[in-house]
């Protein structure tokens, strides 16, 4: 079964400092992966895409199909980045249906 | 361009009562999709439309939840009768993209938080 999983409710940093948002997903085959990220009293949006390989605000994130990853990096977090983010996979061959991650709460702090 | 419209933003009800949400796409977005996300939780598809005909309704409670889409535009989602667990963030979504291409970009709503008491 299809499955996204966030393991980190809440991730605080200091500004300045590394992030890094994990994702990790189940699908038996080749999935498209994004992150959706909402900020406060905003709706959410598209941050970035596997596909693209393309950095956004200085976000990038890998796909790893060995270990089944898709985590979100970032090497100096801002405070502006403070927000929820979720993990996103299109299962290609199943309708294109979406399925989402439970969603990490990320707090820059100054 | 506009975004994607969905009203009520709010809607208290009792339960066992019936509510129906609203949705206007952005103009000429084929694909549009409705997600419950209960707090804490991530969106959870309902249901997905290609123009006006249903792709995937598996995980709607068909017993007491439909969705329409009126010629292959605006999208209503309607539940009777609403039990507590219902209480959730309603999220209409559309995207462009016909099946088979490859940029699937949602544009999400602003969303319907529906509370039943």
Known sequence: AQRVTQPEKLLSVF???PVELK?????????????????SRQRLQLLLRHISRE???????DLNKGETSFHLKKPFAQEEDSAMYYCALRAIYNFNKFYFGSGTKLNVKP | ???????????????RQS???????????????WYQQILGQGPKLLIQFQNNGVVDDSQLPKDRFSA??????????KI??????????????????????????QYFGPGTRLTVT
């Open chain 1, 15 to 17: 500004k300045g400092a």
């Open chain 2, 1 to 15: 361009e506009a975004g994607v419209a969905q009203s009520p933003r709010y809607k208290i009800i009792e339960k």
């Open chain 2, 68 to 77: 329409e889409r009126l010629k292959g535009v605006d999208s209503t989602l």
């Open chain 1, 55 to 61: 950095s956004i605000k200085g976000f990038t994130a």
């Open chain 1, 23 to 39: 994702c990790n997903y189940s699908y038996s085959g080749s999935p498209e992966l994004f992150w959706y990220v909402q900020y």
């Open chain 2, 80 to 105: 009777q009768p609403a039990k507590l667990e219902d209480s959730a963030v309603y999220l209409c979504a559309s995207s462009l993209v016909n099946p088979g291409q490859t940029s699937y970009e």
């Open chain 2, 19 to 33: 509510v129906a949400f609203w949705c206007n796409p952005i103009s000429g977005h084929a694909t549009l999709y």
